[in-house]
T-cell receptor, first 112, second 115 residues
Framework: QKEVEQNSGPLSVPEGAIASLNCTYS??????FFWYRQYSGKSPELIMF????GDKEDGRFTAQLNKASQYVSLLIRDSQPSDSATYLC????????????FGTGTRLTIIP | KAGVTQTPRYLIKTRGQQVTLSCSPI?????VSWYQQTPGQGLQFLFE???????NKGNFPGRFSGRQFSNSRSEMNVSTLELGDSALYLC??????????????FGDGTRLSIL
């Protein structure tokens, strides 16, 4: 069983709609959760991070964490063509443990 | 504020050679982590350095090694290169102290091709 699982996609969403990206993890001791966006040929760019159960909003992005279900998600509201990229879910341990375990990523395409 | 800087951006080597990659973290960041990204395996953690000490290590063979200098800059070395070492090598930096929000920020990476 993979430690961090994501649907590889591709996920196609119409422009202006809400894109929903999901991630599950296996290590119950995980404490930190990150979403990175990676454009083709580029390096990962940090989008959101969340440490506590519940929702965290930043502009058009909302990260949701449910530790009991070992589930983390990313919602992108008012999707734009520039949001088309691969989204990587990363899971870390306690603060200061810098080892991140990444999912394989979900390829998102926003259709104009 | 300058981001994470990796050099060189591209490298071409042949099997059996060795290579050294360099990473300068964001100013004030003391933790440097290295990752390997390949199409088949995705992003995999190599190791992390903090205050010149290796603090975390992934599951890579001993041919992969690293070090960190007193100014937090880090180098990664791969010896006896194999074809399977062809990958994008990414460096990420963070504050690294065990106190709070600690997101890692990535450099542009070094793309290593083995012929």
């Amino acid at each position: 069983q993979k430690e961090v699982e994501q649907n590889s996609g591709p996920l196609s969403v119409p422009e202006g709609a809400i894109a929903s990206l999901n991630c599950t993890y296996s290590d119950r001791g995980s404490q930190s959760f990150f979403w990175y966006r990676q454009y083709s040929g580029k390096s990962p760019e940090l989008i959101m991070f969340i440490y506590s159960n519940g929702d965290k909003e930043d502009g058009r992005f909302t990260a949701q964490l449910n530790k009991a279900s070992q589930y983390v998600s990313l919602l992108i509201r008012d999707s734009q063509p520039s949001d088309s990229a691969t989204y990587l879910c990363a899971v870390g341990g306690v603060f200061g443990n810098e080892k991140l375990t990444f999912g394989t990523g979900t390829r998102l395409t926003i259709i104009p | 504020k300058a981001g994470v800087t990796q050099t060189p951006r591209y490298l071409i080597k042949t099997r059996g050679q060795q290579v050294t990659l360099s990473c300068s973290p964001i100013s004030g960041h003391r933790s440097v982590s290295w990752y390997q990204q390949t199409p088949g395996q995705g992003l995999q953690f190599l190791f992390e350095y903090f205050s010149e000490t290796q603090r975390n290590k992934g599951n890579f063979p001993g041919r992969f090694s690293g070090r960190q200098f007193s100014n937090s800059r880090s180098e990664m070395n791969v010896s006896t290169l194999e074809l399977g070492d062809s990958a994008l090598y990414l460096c990420a930096s963070s504050l690294g102290d065990r106190g709070g929000d600690q997101p890692q920020h990535f450099g542009d990476g070094t793309r290593l091709s083995i012929l």
